[in-house]
């Protein structure tokens, strides 16, 4: 035996092991070829052998081992080759073996990671599954253990899906084009069997279908994919030639004079309709916040084109220039944004609000609207000027008389995107140490109205609250969000851009508790929740009938328990109200926590709670939790049930491929 590996992470396919004992020595004398070569490329794997009449073996390799390494965290910067549990996992397309003890550490294979970003596509074993131009699929999907059968409806998710066009891939992962997709769940049928089927489609905006008809980049992405100058690129040989393989590589970047020849003062922002969708009031919305919702058909998920909710929203650039007559406002300005996460109040309305940039006093100008699930009729609306707000907020807390904003520490220069050098949200610079604002406005339905005032927060980051109340004893608002310690981060969401998000330069994540005393209008305090310590999490949500109160349990994605910043590969639930306060150590695991994890080749997404049919609305655990889960070892996703009357840690009761 000859063998010859070139690279470190080779293996010997699994028919020759059995032949093969240490330094290539045969151990089975019956298995005797005349010659064996063996040669492995350095970026390739799933190596697949032949042996001919002649006992001669040829091997083909056919994906890349190029990102065969364990993934870099915020702890752990630099390169760490695979364990060899983990290579021979990755080569067989299997899973290593691990115990709940064992994972929560923030371990993950970089190649996994890489194709969890891939644009969606049909499988190589299925090729005729999904439609390469609309997203189309619609199949039975197929159930591993028991649906319960009280968990009765239709569940929307959305979000990323197309990574470009023309095999040009986004420069930033939240500028691709939204994938939209249900799972149905019928009432049980006696004597029927219970199937549950899926639909996918990709969401046809205008800026979609433009830019798939032209192939190119028409339109500037919020986060910096943009036009460019197809003769620079042609002559310096940067554009990628009509390859949609190329979507699942690196993207290149086109040279500073394409991108000013391309795209200069082109202001107008694609709005990929990739962030969230909402199912209420006879309509279904995909969002985006910096553009207007996209209306879709509940049943065929076909897109309807934007929606301006009954004529409130102007589709236009949303700056507002104060003190000029409407005639005279060009067409392109005085448009409106609407926020990507509007919230439903426990009593029926749907709360969100749109909004329009100040630039001549670096303001924000916000109206709070709530809407019936009658008809999507507005009920009450409210407009508020936020000073100093040069980037509308992301998320917000509702209790049941306030709204809170928080302002991050952000600033802004133009210039770049006036260039086409950045997307605006690369033009923000960020103040990792500077204290934050939070804004505290009345709802405009509550009958407690007052003058919305802004209170002090110390240095953080807020992304995504969870929930809020106002305590009944002291009468201060509390919210939840998940978000980053003070650091020295400068760039916003910059770490997401390139293939996919590093996690090198991405904080670690974890839920926060703030108090804020309305009457002195002040804050109180301002930690990590009890019971979330050195867990990074992210996407926190509680009950939807606890939106507005007090609730015992959080519940969001978990990527590890030592306070580290790596990929999410499990769920937890966390006990904000009776949990621990004690201080962890940096790297110190958290063994308090109910979590589970699904292991280190798996991948969760954003969670949702589903109240049972027929349960208990002041029973925060009558509920399950689902969530998709990326299976990276056969490239498939499966929905995840959990029973939320069990403890996570005893693991999904059902699955859904």
């Known amino acids: 035996?000859?063998?010859?590996?070139?690279?470190?992470?080779?293996?010997?396919?699994?028919?020759?092991?059995?032949?093969?004992?240490?330094?290539?020595?045969?151990?089975?004398?019956?298995?005797?070829?005349?010659?064996?070569?063996?040669?492995v490329e350095e970026d390739a794997s799933d190596i697949t052998t032949?042996?001919?009449e002649n006992d001669l073996i040829s091997s083909t390799c056919s994906i890349s081992s190029k990102y065969w390494e364990i993934a870099p965290t915020n702890f752990h910067l630099g390169h760490r080759p695979l364990t060899f549990d983990l290579k021979r996992a990755v080569f067989e397309k299997t899973h290593p073996v691990e115990t709940q003890d064992e994972l929560g550490m923030g371990?993950?294979?970089?190649?996994?990671?890489?194709?969890?970003?891939?644009?969606?596509?049909?499988?190589?074993?299925?090729?005729?599954?999904?439609?390469?131009?609309?997203?189309?699929?619609?199949?039975?999907?197929?159930?591993?253990?028991?649906?319960?059968n009280d968990l009765v409806g239709t569940l929307y998710r959305n979000g990323p899906g197309k990574f470009g066009v023309d095999g040009q891939r986004v420069q930033h992962v939240l500028d691709a084009d939204a994938l939209v997709y249900k799972m149905e769940f019928p009432k049980l049928d006696k004597g029927q069997p219970r199937t549950?089927?899926?639909?996918?489609?990709?969401?046809?905006?205008?800026?979609?279908?433009?830019?798939?008809?032209?192939?190119?980049?028409?339109?500037?992405?919020?986060?910096?994919?943009?036009?460019?100058?197809?003769?620079?690129?042609?002559?310096?040989?940067?554009?990628?030639?009509?390859?949609?393989?190329?979507?699942?590589?690196?993207?290149?970047?086109?040279s500073t004079m394409s991108k000013v020849l391309g795209g200069a003062f082109n202001t107008n922002i694609k709005n990929p309709a990739n962030t969230q969708i909402v199912s209420f009031g006879g309509k279904l919305l995909a969002l985006f916040e910096a553009g207007l919702p996209h209306g879709l058909d509940p049943q065929t998920l076909k897109t309807l084109g934007e929606d301006n909710l009954g004529g409130v929203l102007k589709a236009a650039l949303p700056v507002t220039i104060p003190d000029?007559?409407?005639?005279?406002?060009?067409?392109?300005?005085?448009?409106?944004?609407?926020?990507?996460?509007?919230?439903?109040?426990?009593?029926?309305?749907?709360?969100?609000?749109?909004?329009?940039?100040?630039?001549?006093?670096?303001?924000?100008?916000?109206?709070?609207?709530?809407?019936?699930?009658?008809?999507?009729?507005?009920?009450?609306?409210?407009?508020?000027?936020?000073?100093?707000?040069?980037l509308a907020p992301h998320d917000m807390a509702m209790t049941d008389n306030c709204i809170v904003l928080q302002i991050n520490a952000l600033s802004m220069d133009p210039l770049p995107f006036l260039a086409n050098l950045k997307g605006p949200a690369a033009c923000l610079s960020m103040d990792g140490r500077a204290p934050v604002n939070a804004?505290?406005?009345?709802?405009?339905?509550?009958?407690?109205?007052?003058?919305?005032?802004?209170?002090?927060?110390?240095?953080?980051?807020?992304?995504?609250?969870?929930?809020?109340?106002?305590?009944?004893?002291?009468?201060?608002?509390?919210?939840?969000?998940?978000?980053?310690?003070?650091?020295?981060?400068?760039?916003?969401?910059?770490?997401?851009?390139?293939?996919?998000?590093?996690?090198?330069?991405?904080?670690?994540?974890?839920?926060?508790?703030?108090?804020i005393d309305p009457k002195e209008r002040k804050t109180i305090s301002l930690d990590i929740a009890p019971g979330s310590q050195n867990v990074c999490t992210e996407h926190m949500l509680v009950h939807p009938n606890f939106i507005t109160k007090r609730a015992?349990?959080?519940?969001?994605?978990?990527?590890n328990l030592i306070g580290d910043s790596s990929p999410p590969n499990?769920?937890?639930?966390?006990?904000?109200?009776?949990?621990?306060?004690?201080?962890?150590?940096?790297?110190?695991?958290?063994?308090?926590?109910?979590?589970?994890?699904?292991?280190?080749?798996?991948?969760?997404?954003?969670?949702?709670?589903?109240?049972?049919?027929g349960g208990d609305p002041n029973n925060e655990n009558d509920a399950y939790l689902l969530g998709i889960v990326r299976d990276a070892s056969n490239r498939k996703n499966f929905l995840s049930i959990f029973d939320l009357q069990q403890n996570l840690r005893n693991g999904p009761i059902a699955k859904v491929w």
């Open 324 to 390: 000029i007559p409407e005639p005279f406002v060009p067409e392109f300005l005085g448009g409106h944004a609407h926020t990507a996460h509007p919230q439903q109040c426990p009593r029926g309305n749907l709360v969100g609000w749109h909004w329009s940039q100040l630039p001549a006093t670096k303001s924000l100008e916000v109206t709070f609207t709530e809407w019936s699930n009658e008809g999507f009729e507005p009920v009450a609306s409210k407009t508020v000027e936020i000073p100093g707000c040069e």
């Open 50 to 52: 032949t042996i001919d």
């Open 439 to 515: 804004w505290i406005f009345p709802r405009p339905t509550s009958k407690n109205q007052f003058e919305p005032f802004s209170v002090d927060v110390p240095a953080c980051f807020s992304i995504h609250f969870s929930h809020g109340y106002e305590d009944e004893i002291t009468g201060n608002i509390v919210t939840f969000f998940s978000g980053w310690p003070p650091s020295d981060s400068k760039d916003f969401l910059g770490a997401w851009g390139g293939f996919a998000p590093d996690f090198i330069q991405i904080p670690p994540t974890f839920l926060w508790r703030l108090e």
């Open 196 to 254: 549950i089927s899926f639909l996918s489609r990709f969401v046809e905006t205008e800026h979609f279908k433009q830019e798939q008809e032209q192939q190119k980049f028409l339109y500037r992405g919020t986060f910096g994919t943009g036009p460019s100058s197809g003769f620079i690129d042609n002559l310096l040989d940067v554009r990628p030639k009509n390859n949609e393989d190329r979507l699942d590589e690196d993207p290149v970047e086109p």
């Open 1 to 39: 035996f000859c063998l010859k590996p070139i690279a470190t992470h080779a293996f010997v396919p699994p028919e020759l092991r059995s032949a093969i004992g240490r330094h290539g020595q045969p151990v089975d004398q019956s298995f005797s070829p005349r010659r064996v070569t063996l040669v």
């Open 107 to 148: 371990v993950s294979i970089l190649s996994d990671w890489r194709e969890n970003w891939y644009t969606y596509r049909s499988p190589p074993e299925d090729p005729s599954l999904i439609d390469p131009h609309s997203g189309y699929a619609e199949y039975e999907c197929e159930v591993e253990g028991t649906i319960p």
């Open 570 to 613: 499990g769920y937890v639930r966390l006990q904000v109200e009776t949990g621990s306060t004690k201080r962890l150590q940096k790297g110190q695991k958290n063994e308090e926590v109910d979590a589970y994890w699904y292991g280190t080749r798996y991948f969760t997404s954003e969670p949702i709670i589903v109240p049972k049919e």
């Open 552 to 559: 015992q349990n959080v519940y969001g994605t978990a990527s």
